[in-house]
């Protein structure tokens, strides 16, 4: 590939098919998530990223490597990781005696930082914890939200946010209920974050829905919120912004409850309701006239009688 004027030109078919798997779509590809160490690691930070790695699967590039750098100071190395194996989100783990067992969250715009929460785990349970089946890979979790705090407060609306960019996995048009098997449960409370992971299991319950139990399956950590490094509110909706295409076309005459039933307004002209053909009963049926009375039926029949014959013989 040859660079002229900022404008990367491809050489070849392969570097062509390349260059147009990165370029803007307007139905974007699944964000990838690249999961990396710092320079000083502990044993808890070590678990906690495979665990992360493990439940990203399989869109995260896990670095085994230690990467000498400090997000808050410095983000050019992350930038350039994340240009090179295209990657808009990241997690870097580090751990030193100020900020023992330390993990960022952050995600990226256009390969610059949009926004960082720095959160320090003081309780950890990993997988190899759980002694029990764990989830398949690349299986899509539910994810729930718990505490008012997601609502009123900027940072951890913002970091609600965040875990819903870096979890949701693949957008899917439909998914079946043996499927809704995983389920992480976020809850804010007391300014600490608490996340658990759980296995749905569907048991008989003797009618057509099934009863379902909830099974701890690990990770679980115990979070609280340390630095942060949020975007600006015009970068933020700069980077939300969707193209004309994905919008919704307004129609006509339609419109939408709370529920989603869709409703339609017809307009019709005016209708001449004597042409209006209605259902044919005997009670309605038209009549010669009004019947005759008895006098006049009595003159009637004797005109019939004494009018001559138009035939004679």
């Known amino acids: 590939m040859t660079q ?19 370029a803007p779509k307007v139905a974007e590809n699944v964000k990838n998530a690249m999961i990396m160490k710092g320079g000083n690691t502990s044993e808890t930070i070590t678990h ?4 992360l790695y493990a439940l990203k699967k399989p869109n995260a590039v896990l670095y085994k490597k230690k990467n000498i750098t400090r997000p808050f ?8 990781f994340s240009k090179k194996t295209d990657c808009s989100l990241f997690v870097f783990g580090s751990h030193n005696k100020k900020r023992p067992n330390n993990l960022i969250f952050g995600r990226l715009f256009d390969f610059h930082v949009l926004d960082m929460m720095e959160l320090g785990i003081e309780k950890y349970s990993g997988l190899m914890d759980f002694k029990n089946s764990k989830i398949p890979e690349g299986t899509k979790p539910m994810l729930v939200f718990a505490g008012d705090a997601f609502d009123t407060d900027n940072e951890l609306r913002r970091l609600k946010s965040l875990f819903i960019d870096f979890f949701r996995g693949q957008a899917v048009p439909a998914v079946r209920l043996a499927g809704l098997e995983h389920i992480l449960h976020i809850t804010a409370l007391e300014d600490k974050i608490y996340l658990r992971s759980y296995r749905s299991l569907l048991k008989k319950s003797g009618c057509r829905t099934p009863r379902i139990e909830l099974e701890e399956i690990g990770p679980a950590f ?7 490094h949020l975007a600006s509110e015009d970068l933020y909706k700069t980077a939300h912004r969707q193209p004309k295409a994905l919008k919704p076309t307004k129609k006509k005459n339609i419109s939408h409850d709370a529920f989603g039933t869709k ?4 307009h019709m002209q005016k209708q001449d309701l004597t042409k209006l053909q209605t259902r044919k009963m005997k009670g309605l049926r038209k009549r010669r006239g009004p019947p005759p009375a008895q006098g006049e039926e009595t003159q009637a029949k004797a005109s019939k009688t004494e009018s001559p014959d138009p035939n004679p013989t």
Do not use: H, M, Y
Not at 48 to 51: E, G, M, N, R, V
Not at 73 to 80: A, G, K, P, V
Not at 222 to 228: A, E
């Open 4 to 22: 002229l004027d900022n404008v990367t030109r491809p050489k070849s078919q392969r570097s062509k098919r390349f260059l147009d798997g990165r």
């Open 48 to 51: 906690a990223l495979k665990d």
């Open 73 to 80: 100071e410095d983000s050019t190395s992350l930038e350039f």
């Open 222 to 228: 115990d979070f609280v919120v340390r630095r942060t």
């Open 263 to 266: 409703f339609g307004r017809l």
